[in-house]
């Protein structure tokens, strides 16, 4: 049968009812359909792309100026291969400029500067002991020249490439040592068949140096980037994540249940706060690429020439060690083992007053780093803490009395005492929470040996002459005895 002037076929099936048969689509309409498909998942993914750039631009927008920066460098580096005078006075090698620049500009100054001077030093030292080795091999003839060059190669490749195991030279000149053996190699094997090593040395060492320069000035003046000035804003960023996880922790543990839901976004903030301590956890790396990189700066803003950046390091380990410990406290949140309400009920005042001094102490060691001043505040907050402790102690000290005084559950209506594991589910927490007090007080000390070191100034911007900081400190250790862990 015909409908809207198109056949429409139908069959007959066998429990009398029937079934409309649908045309196959062309192969041609399969490929078009196919192509449309295509291009406009393309179109998604892109728009996707574009949309994340956009996002990265916009919340750091220092990533964006980075690479204009590179851009400028290229730019500026590019002018002696365009220009005849310039190209003719670098020679042919003026490409090895442009890519010098491209593997040692860096997003920070203090990279870059590793990198420009690794790579002076590692195609200087590289290219120097070349020519002497060329001219030892053709002083003993040309019988014994490729025999000393090959001596020569495998055991100057060997040492460098083995020196790269090497902690301390691994940390600070890993990038040389792969220089001097790239170079080392290209001098060495080139000096059997050309002639002019002198020259092409020459012209080699001055493009690279023409490189690292522009690259050093780009970087430097141009809105720069110091990894010293990145470990310093890191490390405060952390302590005061540290300072909300630990808060939120205890608070999500002990929260009133009569109390009103939070909204969505309120909820989703404080769930990102008590998962804020992953950040210290996962910052090593971070905090050890940016205080090597911080080593090569030159003094900058507020940090001077050899600033002590080894301690930032200091701190960092302190305050993971204490990371370790909110981690744990977070694990109780979602504890299949419940205490019983009643214990929680006795325990929350002294746990939550805890964790808000604990909270305070890294607030104040966070200000400390953040303005380079020395708190005159730290030593009584810690006092404080310390206070707080045994105050939790000696509320768990009356937790016997408390089991025996548990709302009566039994048959003829006797106190019932919890199961051990719901003991234990709460102890544990408790637990913790001293440890990660006493653990806080390593990261005082670490944050207190920085400034120290550092020379930071006071916070009334003068010495204090009235209450030096051994009274605080002498205070602080009062309060240590008059309070002794139980």
């Known amino acids: 049968m015909a409908s809207a002037g198109n056949l429409e076929w139908r069959v007959n099936l066998g429990d009398g009812t029937t079934e409309i048969l649908e045309a196959e689509a062309s192969f041609g309409h399969k490929l078009v359909m196919g192509i449309k498909s295509l291009i406009m998942e393309l179109f998604v993914k892109c728009r996707k792309f574009l949309e994340k750039a956009g996002g990265i631009a916009k919340s750091e927008p220092k990533k964006g100026v980075h690479g204009l920066k590179v851009g400028l460098a290229l730019t500026l580096v590019s002018i002696f291969y365009y220009m005849r005078p310039l190209y003719e006075g670098l020679g042919g090698s003026a490409m090895w400029?442009?890519?010098?620049?491209?593997?040692?500009f860096e997003y920070s100054v203090g990279a870059s500067l590793y990198k420009c001077v690794n790579r002076v030093v590692g195609t200087s030292l590289a290219g120097g002991l070349g020519i002497g080795v060329h001219w030892v091999a053709a002083e003993c003839g040309d019988r014994f020249e490729p025999i000393i060059l090959g001596i020569s190669l495998f055991l100057l490749a060997s040492a460098a490439t083995f020196s790269r195991f090497i902690p301390s030279v691994k940390s600070r000149f890993d990038y040389g040592a792969m220089i001097f053996v790239l170079t080392f190699c290209l001098v060495s094997i080139s000096s059997y068949r050309v002639d002019?090593?002198?020259?092409?040395a020459r012209t080699r060492i001055l493009t690279i140096a023409v490189g690292t320069a522009i690259c050093l000035v780009v970087s430097m003046l141009v809105c720069p980037v110091w990894a010293g000035g990145q470990l310093h804003s890191l490390l405060a960023r952390n302590i005061d994540k540290l300072a909300d996880a630990i808060h939120g922790c205890i608070s999500e543990y002990f929260k009133d249940k009569d109390c009103p839901e939070m909204k969505n976004e309120d909820r989703e903030d404080h769930a990102s706060k008590?998962?804020?301590?992953?950040?210290?956890?996962?910052?090593k790396a971070s905090e050890e690429s940016m205080a090597n990189f911080a080593r090569w700066e030159p003094a900058h803003g507020r940090f001077g020439f050899r600033h002590p950046w080894k301690f930032y390091l200091e701190v960092g380990v302190a305050m993971?060690?204490?990371?370790?410990?909110?981690?744990?406290?977070?694990g109780r949140l979602d504890s299949e083992i419940k205490a019983p309400e009643s214990l929680k009920l006795h325990l929350a005042t002294p746990c939550k007053a805890l964790s808000s001094c604990c909270s305070k102490v890294f607030k104040e060691l966070s200000t400390v780093i953040k303005t380079m001043k020395k708190s005159n505040k730290?030593?009584?907050?810690?006092?404080?803490?310390?206070?707080?402790?045994?105050?939790?102690?000696?509320?768990?000290?009356?937790?016997?009395m408390a089991v025996s005084l548990a709302e009566p559950n039994g048959a003829n209506g006797e106190a019932t005492i919890p199961p051990l594991m719901e003991l234990l589910s709460l102890a544990t927490l408790v637990s913790l929470l001293i440890e990660t007090a006493s653990r806080i007080e390593h990261v005082v000390n670490a944050v207190e040996k920085l400034?120290?070191?550092?020379?930071f100034d006071f916070a009334d911007d003068e010495k204090k002459k009235s209450n030096p900081s051994s009274d605080n400190r002498d205070h602080h250790h009062a309060a240590m005895k008059v309070f002794p862990e139980a």
């Open 274 to 283: 008590i998962q804020a301590y992953k950040c210290v956890l996962n910052s």
């Open 320 to 330: 993971r060690r204490c990371a370790y410990c909110i981690e744990a406290l977070n």
């Open 196 to 200: 002019e090593l002198l020259e092409l």
């Open 451 to 455: 400034a120290d070191v550092a020379k």
């Open 378 to 400: 730290i030593d009584f907050e810690v006092s404080d803490m310390n206070f707080a402790v045994q105050e939790l102690q000696n509320t768990i000290k009356s937790l016997p």
């Open 97 to 104: 400029a442009i890519m010098t620049v491209v593997v040692t």
